[in-house]
């Protein structure tokens, strides 16, 4: 079993739609979570950090549940821009990186 | 401008011919590491440094080296490549006391081996 899991999609909505991506992971020792955001051949930036409480970023909302070690990516009122492959990143300890597979995610007009 | 640098972008070699990737960065950040990106499998670290003269193994070390003899530079070694090392590799860093665990990429170097 992968470490970090995801729903490696595509993803094809509407502009407009509402569209939540999920992410597992298996460590219960893991310490901080991420989502980051990769365009087709270009290299990933991060969307955003995902803390306890959940946040959110204008159209983008992060919640974490440490309990079911699930974490989750809501974007709303999609927009062309948003088309890229999500990636959820996770840090076991110290600068242990592990990043999932991705979500590709395709916005259509 | 704040980058990540990486070199080449894209190189074709043979089984067995020694490369080096380089990687230098300009925020005086003291975490680097190397990443390989295949299809179906995300990004899996390959080694990583928390400074000069420190450096450590990520999930998938073999057949790969790296040094860090200077804050910016963390040079990726095949010292005998092989075809399975056909990857795109992305070399990143970070400041060490950051609390956004952001990293910065560079814009990635697309091996193939013949």
């Known amino acids: 079993r992968k470490e970090v899991e995801q729903d490696p999609g595509p993803f094809n909505v509407p502009e407009g739609a509402t569209v939540a991506f999920n992410c597992t992971y298996s460590?219960?020792?893991?310490?901080?979570f991420f989502w980051y955001r990769q365009d087709c051949r270009k290299e990933p930036k991060l969307l955003m950090s995902?803390?306890?409480s959940g946040n959110e970023d204008g159209r983008f909302t992060a919640q974490l549940n440490r309990a079911s070690q699930y974490i989750s990516l809501l974007i709303r009122d999609s927009k062309l821009s948003d088309s890229a492959t999500y990636l959820c990143?996770?840090?076991?300890?110290?600068?242990?990186?592990?990043f999932g597979p991705g979500t590709r995610l395709s916005v259509l007009p | 401008e704040a980058q990540v640098t990486q070199n080449p972008r894209y190189l074709i070699t043979v089984t067995g011919k020694k490369l080096t990737v380089t990687c230098s960065q300009n925020?005086?950040?003291?975490?680097m590491s190397w990443y390989r990106q295949d299809p179906g499998l995300g990004l899996r670290q390959i080694y990583y440094?928390?400074?000069?003269?420190?450096?450590d193994k990520g999930d998938v070390p073999e057949g790969y080296k790296v040094s860090r003899k200077e804050k910016r530079n963390f040079p990726l070694i095949l010292e005998s490549p092989s075809p399975n090392q056909t990857s795109l590799y992305f070399c990143?860093?970070?400041?060490?006391?950051?609390?956004?665990?952001?990293?910065?990429f560079g814009e990635g170097s697309r091996l193939t081996v013949l």
């Open positions: 990143v996770v840090n076991n300890y110290g600068q242990n990186f592990v």
């Open positions: 460590n219960s020792a893991s310490q901080s």
């Open positions: 995902v803390y306890s």
């Open positions: 925020m005086n950040h003291e975490y």
């Open positions: 440094s928390m400074n000069v003269e420190v450096t």
């Open positions: 990143a860093s970070m400041h060490a006391g950051s609390n956004t665990g952001e990293l910065f």
